[in-house]
């Protein structure tokens, strides 16, 4: 059977239903009123929603804080794998065996630093050996450019100034160009000038001859006075 609802007093053979079923009978509540009130309040909704944002923002929190530590976990993984720390162990074993073989040979080792190390050879790996004529070829190349790479090294705080005197040089440069260019315009001008000079002088040993033939003499005067001719005949 169902409940009784006390909001409906059709339904509701309570005191409660027949106090409603009374107040709608004298008009004070409408059976609207009755209905609206039937309707579940939406703050509870948002009371809901709200504790389900909650639980979602604690499980993505939850999420993160997962992730960074396998983050951490990961960037820790050379300290903390046991893989790795195997790797390591094996690693400062051999350095320690190397250690303890150089410190038994500790007097022998002594005495060959003692001595000279000319005409001495120290043994090397034939694995190694391609490796040991690069390196070789690398030394040859660099005694060869040494003095090359010490000069510009002492060059490097004279930059500046070496900068300063290329900008002053090539100045000089320009005006030396220009000067030059006119100088080779003067001379164009001065050859022109002889081969004008130089197709005048048959025109006048012509004239003279002429004047000779006839007697004439022709004085010295400057160019821009007139010529004055006297003849033999004249006198």
């Given at each position: 059977?169902?409940?009784?609802?006390?909001?409906?007093?059709?339904?509701?053979?309570?005191?409660?239903?027949?106090?409603?079923?009374?107040?709608?009978?004298?008009?004070?509540?409408?059976?609207?009123?009755?209905?609206?009130s039937k309707k579940s309040t939406s703050c509870f909704?948002?009371?809901?929603?709200?504790?389900?944002?909650?639980?979602?923002?604690?499980?993505?929190?939850?999420?993160?804080?997962?992730?960074?530590?396998?983050?951490?976990?990961?960037?820790?993984?050379?300290?903390?794998?046991?893989s790795f720390l195997a790797q390591k162990c094996h690693?400062?074993?051999?350095?320690?065996?190397?250690?303890?073989?150089?410190?038994?040979?500790?007097?022998?080792?002594?005495?060959?630093?003692?001595?000279?190390?000319?005409?001495?050879?120290?043994?090397?790996?034939?694995?190694?050996?391609?490796?040991?004529?690069?390196?070789?070829?690398?030394?040859?190349?660099?005694?060869?450019?040494?003095?090359?790479?010490?000069?510009?090294?002492?060059?490097?705080?004279?930059?500046?100034?070496?900068?300063?005197?290329?900008?002053?040089?090539?100045?000089?440069?320009?005006?030396?160009?220009?000067?030059?260019?006119?100088?080779?315009?003067?001379?164009?001008?001065?050859?022109?000038?002889?081969?004008?000079?130089?197709?005048?002088?048959?025109?006048?040993?012509?004239e003279e001859n002429f004047l000779h033939k006839h007697?004439?003499?022709?004085?010295?005067?400057?160019?821009?006075?007139?010529?004055?001719?006297?003849?033999?005949?004249?006198?």
């Open positions: 059977m169902a409940a009784a609802n006390p909001g409906d007093p059709a339904s509701a053979p309570n005191a409660a239903g027949l106090l409603l079923g009374h107040f709608v009978a004298s008009g004070l509540v409408t059976q609207d009123m009755l209905n609206i909704v948002n009371f809901s929603r709200l504790q389900q944002i909650t639980d979602i923002q604690a499980e993505i929190y939850q999420k993160n804080l997962e992730i960074e530590l396998l983050r951490l976990e990961k960037d820790a993984a050379d300290v903390v794998h046991p690693t400062l074993q051999s350095m320690n065996n190397h250690l303890e073989a150089v410190l038994k040979e500790k007097r022998s080792l002594r005495q060959r630093l003692l001595k000279p190390m000319c005409q001495e050879n120290l043994p090397l790996e034939a694995v190694y050996h391609r490796y040991m004529v690069h390196l070789l070829e690398l030394a040859v190349t660099f005694i060869e450019r040494l003095e090359d790479h010490l000069e510009t090294i002492r060059n490097i705080p004279h930059v500046e100034a070496n900068l300063k005197k290329m900008s002053t040089a090539l100045a000089k440069m320009d005006i030396l160009v220009t000067e030059t260019e006119e100088l080779a315009e003067n001379i164009l001008k001065w050859r022109e000038q002889q081969k004008e000079v130089s197709s005048c002088i048959p025109k006048i040993l012509a007697d004439v003499i022709v004085p010295p005067l400057p160019f821009t006075s007139k010529i004055n001719v006297q003849t033999i005949n004249a006198k």
